[in-house]
């Protein structure tokens, strides 16, 4: 009986050495796995970082580019103003020359029909 109850015992033992080696093979894994998840974790942290980086870096030159344009809006609206205020005193100024140019074209054609008046009258 103490040979049937030694084999059952190292049965029972080589089970338990099983089990614990199993149980530490699955440790190493789980640990393994948990290193990876730690590495993947950190890459996309990274990752993450790297692309808010960016977006600021875009964000900040749309920023500029946006300044850059409304100094641009400011300078041309200016110009034209400037064109506008040219134009309304060139318009003025074109106004008084037809009204010279008909005042005188008008004299003119008064001397030209004085003439003609004193021309008839003499014959």
Do not use: C, P
Not at 22 to 50: P, S, V
Not at 93 to 105: I, K, P, Q
């Amino acid at each position: 009986m103490s040979t049937g109850a030694g084999a059952t015992g190292d049965s029972l033992e080589e089970r338990v050495r099983e089990a614990e080696r199993r149980l530490e093979e699955a440790a190493t894994l789980a640990a393994e796995a948990e290193g990876r998840a730690a590495e993947e974790i950190k890459a996309l942290e990274a990752d993450l970082e790297r692309e808010r980086e960016e977006k600021e870096k875009a964000l900040a030159a749309a920023e500029e580019r946006l300044a850059e344009i409304e100094a641009q809006v400011e300078t041309a609206e200016q110009r034209v103003e400037a064109a506008e205020r040219r134009a309304a005193t060139a318009e003025g100024t074109v106004a008084d020359e037809l009204a010279r140019a008909r005042e005188g074209a008008a004299s003119w054609l008064q001397g030209q029909l004085d003439s003609l008046r004193r021309e008839a009258e003499g014959r």
